[in-house]
Antibody, heavy 122, light 111 residues
Framework: QVQLVESGGGLVKPGGSLRLSCAAS????????MSWIRQAPGKGLEWVSY????????NYADSVKGRFTISRDNAKNSLYVHMNSLRVEDTAVYYC???????????????WGQGTLVTVSS | QSVLTQPPSVSGAPGQRVTISCTGS?????????VHWYQQLPGTAPKLLVY???NRPSGVPDRFAGSKSGTSASLAISGLQAEDEADYYC???????????FGSGTKVTVL
């Protein structure tokens, strides 16, 4: 079945860096756009970044632009986000999600991984 | 501050019908972009509930119905059940932000 499994979360100090990974299985990974979405503790969902199927296009939320870099390795069925200059407000559960494209815009997210917690604290 | 505004909470007795609104503007829902809905049960990842304004993925009961008009969208849950207690989020795209946007989220409580 279609599955997404995130890893790499943990505790990091402000200003530090972290790389999250998302392992995909059960579908042809190289056919799909992928996104990272985060949820701060007790808060709502915030889209972070997407990457096109061939890595030609990327897009970022203003809150992470210039600090986060999304990438993928289609040969390894894996999605990544490298997070630099981390701030306390980046503390959240980070989900990876497959983007599903219909006949109109925007894409929707299905499925989602179980998430990995990133805590930025001194 | 979410670009798409939802009521923080709605509640209803078992069997009743509740509606969750998702209010946007001319740069997102009003621009013609589709709206999708997600259900997040306590302690779990969000799950797709409605896509393309009104379409349900396989396995989602027809008790869940989405609609869109003007700068707003709605999710109606009829025949409310205890298992529907969850947070619900709408999602669309905003041309001013050039990115995907989520609603502020609505907690549904079954009385």
């Amino acid at each position: 079945q279609v599955q997404l499994v995130e890893s790499g979360g943990g505790l990091v100090k402000p200003g530090g860096s972290l790389r999250l990974s998302c392992a995909a299985s059960g579908f042809n990974f190289s056919d799909y756009y992928m996104s990272w979405i985060r949820q701060a503790p007790g808060k709502g969902l915030e889209w972070v970044s997407y990457i096109s199927s061939s890595s030609s296009f990327t897009n970022y939320a203003d809150s992470v632009k210039g600090r986060f870099t999304i990438s993928r390795d289609n040969a390894k069925n894996s999605l990544y986000v490298h997070m630099n200059s981390l701030r306390v407000e980046d503390t959240a559960v980070y989900y990876c999600a497959r983007e599903f494209q219909g006949t109109s815009w925007p894409n929707w997210f299905d499925p989602w991984g179980q998430g990995t917690l990133v805590t930025v604290s001194s | 501050q979410s670009v798409l505004t939802q009521p923080p909470s709605v509640s209803g007795a078992p069997g009743q019908r509740v509606t969750i609104s998702c209010t946007g503007s001319s740069s997102n829902i009003g621009a013609g972009y589709d709206v999708h809905w997600y259900q997040q049960l306590p302690g779990t990842a969000p799950k797709l509930l409605v896509y393309g304004n009104r379409n349900r993925p396989s396995g989602v009961p027809d008790r869940f119905a989405g609609s869109k008009s003007g700068t707003s969208a709605s999710l109606a849950i009829s025949g409310l059940q205890a298992e529907d207690e969850a947070d619900y989020y709408c999602q669309s795209y905003d041309s001013s932000l050039s990115g995907y946007v989520f609603g502020s989220g609505t907690k549904v409580t079954v009385l």
